[in-house]
């Protein structure tokens, strides 16, 4: 409440504003979901990961197909407008058996929305990764299939699928915008909100205001102490430039929209990244036409591979290698 009541104080809320918050039943009351509601919270973003059982013991989390149904039913009568549930494939002891059961128990809890992310494993970063069984992750092809079982069970379900990893309903904005080539996409993933500015609190928080992007300090002694000196907690920036922009631009056509069209002397200016895809498009996943690239169904899962070419800063040397890796390719 503290918080809102701050935010509040420095900045003009619009009657119309979406408010979103994400929550974990697990550690989320109804009292505080009350509380969200009365704060004007009308979106709702639920953790959910896996329904499965033994899935959850593997990551140690507890969350059952009740306690989220429970949620998702207080949350409508709350008036929740929108609620979306943040599914991710390629967990320890994942199976397309065990997950055919989450994938039918989210069906049956009929989401506004869904994203379904790639597990990312990485525990020289993330030392709570570290305790879990490493040889029982899915890898490979058999992480490919669990993802395409999602798409067609969402897909088949009644969900249109939103560029590369979300499923939204058809009377979804999401959906809506998707259809008529105004999605956008930022650091929170997929908006029909462009070229908003984004401002962040918190310790690692990563802002885009102005044409800067600007993390903050990620140890959280550190933040606080930049923050009672009288500092902005910044630990790194980068000021785009008109080549920055453009490609920006190029790259989310890509995720949000799959296709692009790189203009008249795109043939020339991108004559290297049109070679560089060549190989996607012998292997069927993108239709190259003069300057024009367009995304195949096949390649749907691929569009991080796609946009990677028209990412000079990651091709630079040391700029893959050095990168850190919670974006995964698959």
Request: hydrophobic share 40%; aromatic share 8%.
């Amino acid at each position: 409440e503290r918080l809102a009541e701050l935010i509040g104080d420095r900045f003009l809320c619009e009657p119309t504003a979406e408010l979103s918050v994400e929550i974990n039943p697990s550690v989320t009351s109804l009292e505080q979901l009350r509380t969200l509601r009365s704060l004007g919270f009308n979106r709702l973003s639920m953790g959910v990961q896996d329904l499965d059982v033994g899935v959850q013991a593997a990551i140690r989390r507890t969350q059952t197909f009740d306690e989220t149904q429970r949620f998702v039913d207080y949350a409508r009568g709350l008036g929740f407008g929108s609620i979306n549930f943040d599914l991710i494939y390629g967990l320890p002891r994942q199976t397309t058996r065990s997950w055919a059961g989450t994938l039918d128990q989210v069906l049956a809890l009929r989401p506004d929305r869904l994203a379904v992310y790639s597990f990312a494993f990485v525990p020289e970063q993330r030392k709570n990764q570290r305790v879990l069984p490493a040889h029982e992750l899915p890898r490979g092809r058999e992480k490919v299939d669990l993802f395409r079982q999602a798409y067609k069970a969402f897909v088949y379900g009644g969900y249109e699928a939103i560029g590369m990893d979300h499923f939204a309903l058809p009377g979804d904005e999401l959906a809506q915008a998707s259809r008529a080539g105004r999605l956008w996409r930022n650091f929170q993933g997929y908006t029909v909100h462009r070229d908003v500015e984004t401002i962040a609190f918190g310790s690692s928080g990563i802002s885009d205001i102005g044409g800067v992007y600007t993390q903050n300090i990620r140890p959280l002694g550190q933040y606080h102490r930049a923050l009672e000196a009288g500092h902005l907690p910044v630990a790194r920036g980068l000021a785009l430039d008109l080549e920055d922009l453009e490609r920006r631009d190029i790259i989310n056509e890509i995720m949000c929209n799959l296709h692009v069209d790189l203009g008249e002397d795109g043939e020339v200016r991108f004559a290297e990244e049109l070679a560089m895809l060549a190989p996607l498009e012998a292997d069927g996943l993108v239709a190259l036409d003069g300057p024009v690239v367009r995304v195949l169904p096949p390649g749907r899962l691929f569009l991080r591979n796609v946009a990677m070419p028209f990412d000079t800063r990651l091709r630079r040397p040391g700029g893959a290698a050095s990168a850190e890796r919670f974006s995964r390719t698959v």
